[in-house]
């Protein structure tokens, strides 16, 4: 009796796990890390997202992992979304914020010297085959401090 009531329990408990583990509107998310925590600026990130349904509209964004190493507030990347033909549909800069310019303090999730902040993308659709290109562009050739990076796309009603 007693291992029954605790196997439906362990039934239960997985289920509850399982959705909660499963973010509604998520079509896609990817990181790449970043080798010995450097992103250099000759560095390209990419991203190809060409077996995603395509539907509009998508919120994408981006998602950079960094540590305490990191030197400044912010982080400029520099966002391609290219077509299945390798021509560019979007160029432009993105001005990500790391830390709070005036305390100082982390942004984001995570804990200890570790954290996560996400920043939306321009944009709400993405081109059949396409591919997500994302550069580093900062003043400094290489930055110390960012662990890795991503591309996260849900559904035009999703949070990022």
Known sequence: MARKRMNRLCLIGSILI???AC?????????QDLPSQYW?????LSFYVDSLETVSPLVQSIGIRYNDRYEYHNLYVRYLLKDGLSNTVMDSLV????????????????????RTVYDTLPGNSLPIGGSIHLVQYMRKDTLDGIESVGIKITDGNGAP
Do not use: A, H
Request: hydrophobic share 25%; charged share 25%.
């Open 95 to 114: 001005n990500i914020g790391l830390f709070d310019s005036k305390t100082g303090r982390p942004l984001g999730k995570g804990f200890g010297n570790r």
């Open 23 to 31: 973010e509604p509107g998520r079509r896609y998310e990817s990181f």
């Open 18 to 20: 399982l959705y909660w």
């Open 40 to 44: 250099v600026v000759t560095d390209t």
